[in-house]
């Protein structure tokens, strides 16, 4: 069992950066891939990010690619998301989750966070 706990969002104008961090609890959480997704005032949950169980090895989705970067601290048991140049379309409630191996569906994640808003103003 793995509980998440995001915190990091708030309100930033375009061009602006936000860190997220999802805190875990467990003691298996080096053993799990994790992921940040968003989701948008109605539209479906779509994923971000993913970071292999020892960080090593990383995917983004490619609107993000080359402004957000994905990072894990085994050691804390926390996994963040660094986010520049930030753009209105990137405001979204964002969630951290955790899957026993490398995805981007959603449906192979079974444990998620609450999520975190994230509002970029233009």
């Known amino acids: 069992q793995v509980q998440l706990v995001e915190s990091g969002g708030g309100l930033v104008q375009a061009g602006g950066s936000l860190r997220l961090s999802c805190a875990a609890s467990g003691r298996t959480f080096s053993s799990y891939y994790m992921a940040w997704f968003r989701q948008a005032p109605g539209k479906v949950r779509e994923f971000v990010a993913v970071i292999s169980s020892s960080g090593d090895s990383t995917y983004y989705v490619a609107p993000v690619k080359g402004r957000f970067t994905i990072s894990r601290d085994n050691a804390k048991n926390t996994v963040y998301l660094q986010m520049n140049s930030l753009k209105p379309e990137d405001t979204a409630v964002y969630y951290c989750?955790?899957?026993?191996?490398?995805?981007?569906?959603?449906?192979?994640?079974?444990?998620w966070g609450q999520g975190t808003q994230v509002t970029v103003s233009s």
């Open positions: 989750a955790a899957a026993p191996y490398i995805s981007t569906s959603r449906a192979d994640y079974a444990y």
